[in-house]
């Protein structure tokens, strides 16, 4: 009876791990784009462009890469309170700087936008605001894709104006 009931839960177990294998990896693509144990400090209404560049790919052919974003964070009156750049980095009226990279993201919930975004941040200057944020969510997101006019000289600057909600966490 005791080996009926091991070979009973091996057999579970041999299941249990052939079926893991048969999901597909979670990557950052589907990933949750809530912060680990965080605390929200802050949400701001962002209006701006996201820059692409055309460039040659590895084929050399020409299409357009994202460079930067570039956009103006508003708070719930509608005053103008962070700068949003290139790195990606936010900057406060303070001076308080912080640089993200993107740990997750997820489709927008709007078709034809960019995705929304969870970012984990450090401190690249100035106390005040920003200092303590961790994480920046970029959630809501509407526009900002690529331009869909194909471009055709290297190194030509095209934009796309977008709206999206960022969420600053410590």
């Known amino acids: 009876m005791l080996r009926n009931a091991l070979q009973a839960g091996l057999a579970a ?15 950052p693509a589907g990933a949750s784009i809530d912060p680990p144990q965080a ?25 357009w890469v ?5 956009a103006t964070l508003f708070d719930a009156s509608g005053h103008a309170v962070v700068r949003h750049g290139a790195g990606p980095s936010w900057e406060a009226e ?10 997750a993201q997820r489709p927008s919930e709007t078709a ?11 401190g690249a200057g100035g106390a005040g605001t920003l200092s303590a944020i961790r994480y920046v969510q970029r959630v809501d997101t509407v ?3 690529m331009p869909s006019a194909p471009c055709s000289t290297e190194h030509q600057i095209g934009s796309s104006p977008y709206l999206a909600e960022y969420v600053f966490y410590r």
């Not at 994202?66 to 570039?70: A, G, R």
């Not at 303070?94 to 740990?103: F, N």
């Not at 034809?112 to 450090?122: D, G, K, R, V, W």
């Open 94 to 103: 303070d001076g308080s700087r912080i640089v993200g990279h993107v740990i």
């Open 39 to 63: 605390e929200r400090v802050m949400t701001l209404n962002a209006s701006g462009v996201q820059n692409y560049s055309c460039e040659y790919d590895a084929q050399h052919r020409l299409g």
């Open 112 to 122: 034809a936008s960019i995705p929304q975004l969870l970012l984990e941040t450090h």
């Open 13 to 27: 177990a041999v299941v249990s791990m052939l079926g893991a294998c048969a999901m597909p990896p979670a990557g």
């Open 66 to 70: 994202f460079k930067s974003p570039q």
């Open 143 to 145: 526009g900002g894709l």
